[in-house]
């Protein structure tokens, strides 16, 4: 499930920043739902190394694809996780303002799960939950994840348009700096360390879902 979304974080990201400068509309969906299709069936292996095969070979479609250039207005999304990726709960949002010429920037999928483990980390750290098997465990899985996620950017990083996500880490203490990271309402503390990685960035304009 981890390397799915990564996998498919790495599509979005290429998807929204190729579709808004396409010569040809309709290119950009394309490629994506090419590799969406094998994906869902089965054609790509389910498995770190076929998924990293098929993302440089998606890098090299979405680079075929003919352009525009130049700079276009940015805009983040953030918000409770269904709403911010769900055209149908959203009433297609990212769709129109990317009609209206601006450039829609998401912030992973994967980064709301690998939150869990920065929340986890800080309730040990400030006392409180008590340290324990689970979140040994969990230490564990963080230099896991952050290996993997560090083989799929070496590859994103070959996408013209490619743009460096801030990792956990990063957005952990950008919150930290406005509110306490035990916060458990809703999002937590991602959705403040996601407007202010936007706002570090270069991307002032976010809507909020």
Same mark, same amino acid.
């Given at each position: 499930?981890?390397?799915?979304?990564?996998?498919?974080?790495?599509?979005? !990201?290429?998807?929204?920043?190729?579709?808004?400068?396409?010569?040809?509309?309709?290119?950009?969906?394309?490629?994506? !739902?090419?590799?969406?299709?094998?994906?869902?069936?089965?054609?790509?292996? *389910?498995?770190?190394?076929?998924?990293?095969e098929?993302?440089?070979?998606?890098?090299? !479609?979405?680079?075929? +694809?003919?352009?525009?250039?130049?700079?276009?207005?940015?805009?983040?999304?953030?918000?409770?996780?269904?709403?911010?990726?769900?055209?149908?709960?959203?009433?297609?949002?990212?769709?129109?303002?990317?009609?209206?010429?601006?450039?829609?920037?998401?912030?992973?999928?994967?980064e709301?799960? !690998?939150?869990?483990?920065?929340?986890?980390?800080?309730?040990?750290?400030?006392?409180?939950?008590?340290?324990? *098997?689970?979140?040994?465990?969990?230490? *564990?899985?963080?230099?896991?994840?952050?290996?993997?996620?560090?083989?799929?950017?070496?590859i994103?990083?070959?996408?013209?348009?490619?743009?460096?996500?801030?990792? +956990?880490?990063?957005?952990?203490?950008? /919150?930290?700096?406005?509110?306490?990271?035990?916060?458990?309402?809703?999002?937590?503390? *991602?959705?403040?360390?996601? +407007? /202010?990685?936007?706002?570090?960035?270069?991307?002032?304009?976010?809507?909020?879902?």
């Amino acid at each position: 499930a981890a390397i799915g979304m990564m996998f498919n974080d790495a599509l979005s !990201d290429m998807f929204h920043a190729t579709v808004i400068r396409e010569k040809q509309k309709g290119a950009a969906q394309a490629v994506v !739902d090419k590799y969406l299709d094998q994906f869902m069936n089965g054609t790509i292996p *389910l498995t770190k190394t076929g998924l990293l095969e098929a993302l440089e070979d998606a890098v090299l !479609d979405f680079n075929k +694809i003919e352009t525009i250039d130049g700079d276009f207005p940015k805009v983040g999304i953030v918000g409770e996780i269904y709403v911010k990726y769900n055209d149908f709960s959203n009433n297609h949002a990212a769709q129109w303002l990317m009609d209206h010429g601006l450039e829609v920037v998401l912030p992973s999928f994967f980064e709301f799960f !690998d939150g869990g483990f920065v929340s986890m980390n800080n309730a040990v750290k400030t006392n409180v939950k008590k340290p324990d *098997l689970l979140w040994m465990l969990s230490l *564990l899985g963080r230099r896991l994840v952050n290996s993997y996620l560090q083989q799929f950017d070496a590859i994103k990083q070959g996408f013209r348009y490619h743009r460096q996500h801030v990792n +956990i880490q990063e957005i952990a203490a950008k /919150a930290e700096e406005i509110l306490s990271l035990n916060h458990q309402y809703g999002e937590g503390s *991602l959705i403040a360390g996601e +407007i /202010a990685s936007f706002a570090r960035q270069g991307v002032h304009n976010v809507l909020c879902l």
